[in-house]
């Protein structure tokens, strides 16, 4: 497969209502998305979930943009023939930037995928036509309007609820939630705020059974999630901190963790978030799909992975009514019976809505072997 063309194009598309975590409130999103063209005409659609700003990881939308330019796409033109395989180690020259290479691999393997005919869910492993989908509640100004939000979830169908939590945040809004809707599946995401000297304090969060407590720590603090992991009846499940397949083999053989939250974007890519899947699969460690408010197009991506084996808990693939009023995908994710379905087409199997996409789009950049 020949690359003729790749467009790199920035929207902005505003969410649903603001969602806040320890990182601050977002209120809408630019998002990078990448299509590539091939020789025969096919395209092939990629998101990069990076921020606008770099308070999740490292990178951030500008910043990938620029790195897929300047960095990335060189090394693709050379390549005699583009696949996803052959991606990734051209790539490999180029340290970190996980959230640009893995726009562009998906691109490449939607392209590569509609070429043949075949679903990612099915080229990936997928065991599942439909997932269960669990929803992250943000932090709410008060414990009532968080009871509100986490009602509507629960009548809405979703299987699991996950609250966001900061310290002063934590131990009173889990216990309103459990005392109000009883014996639901239950979970916390601190998203790296606390600290080791906080375990006291944490685990106070024991007492609500609770599915488990994601990145409590700093990302590159393993010791100290193994040494929390000894105080701690509540299961520690990482998130930041899991980079690569290697960097979940030490998570585990640290005892840093007993579940893994995998997100493509986060470990450079479809291709390697198999292989984490594969390495907790073999230690008997869960995984769960996590979520970076995709439009339906990394969602697309989520959903497919999320159907392999080894994914026994609801992942934050949730609807596209949660995050978006008008989603970028002509049939936008819904939930039934609590699930969303796998796309079955070739590729990622979605169609893009063109023109909401023209309305919502802030610049276009398309780049071909020559630029």
Not at 34 to 52: F, L, S
Not at 75 to 98: F, N, S, Y
Not at 219 to 240: F, N, S, Y
Not at 294 to 304: F, H, K, L, Q
Request: with cysteine.
């Amino acid at each position: 497969m020949k690359l003729v063309e790749v467009e790199l194009r920035r929207i902005r598309l505003p969410l649903v209502a603001p969602f806040r975590t320890s990182f601050g409130v977002e209120t809408d999103r630019d998002i990078l998305l990448v299509r590539v063209t091939t020789e025969a005409g096919t395209r092939g659609w990629g998101e990069c979930v990076a921020g606008g700003l770099p308070l999740y990881s490292a990178e951030h939308t500008a910043g990938a943009q620029q790195v897929i330019r300047e960095f990335l796409l060189p090394r693709l033109w050379r390549l005699p023939e583009v696949t996803a395989h052959r991606l990734e180690p051209a790539l490999a020259a180029v340290k970190g930037h996980r959230m640009a290479k893995a726009a562009l691999e998906m691109a490449v393997l939607d392209a590569e995928l509609r070429t043949l005919g075949t679903s990612l869910g099915g080229w990936l492993g997928a065991v599942r036509d439909r997932v269960p989908a669990g929803v992250s509640v943000g932090i709410a100004d008060s414990i009532p309007e968080l009871l509100d939000a986490v009602h509507g979830y629960l009548g809405e169908g979703y299987r699991r609820i996950k609250l966001k939590i900061e310290p002063g945040w934590d131990v009173e809004p889990v216990r309103a939630v459990r005392e109000r809707f009883g014996d639901i599946a239950l979970q916390v995401d601190a998203n790296a705020a606390y600290r080791l000297p906080d375990a006291a304090h944490l685990a106070k969060l024991d007492d609500f059974d609770l599915l488990l407590i994601e990145q409590p720590l700093a990302d590159d603090d393993l010791r100290g999630h193994a040494a929390l992991a000894a105080r701690l009846r509540t299961p520690i499940c990482l998130d930041e901190s899991i980079t690569s397949a290697r960097a979940a083999a030490d998570a585990i053989a640290l005892g840093a963790c007993a579940l893994v939250n995998i997100k493509p974007g986060r470990v450079g890519g479809l291709l390697e978030a198999r292989r984490v899947h594969d390495v907790c699969a073999a230690h008997g460690i869960p995984v769960w799909c996590g979520g970076m408010l995709e439009t339906g197009i990394g969602r697309a991506a989520n959903v497919a992975l999320a159907a392999l084996p080894n994914f026994t808990l609801p992942g934050d693939t949730s609807a596209s009514g949660r995050y978006w009023r008008r989603d970028l995908v002509t049939e936008p994710f819904v939930l039934r019976g609590g699930h969303v379905e796998v796309p079955a087409g070739p590729g990622l199997g979605i169609s893009v809505d063109e023109a909401w996409l023209d309305e919502v789009t802030s610049s276009v950049e398309r780049l071909g072997p020559a630029s």
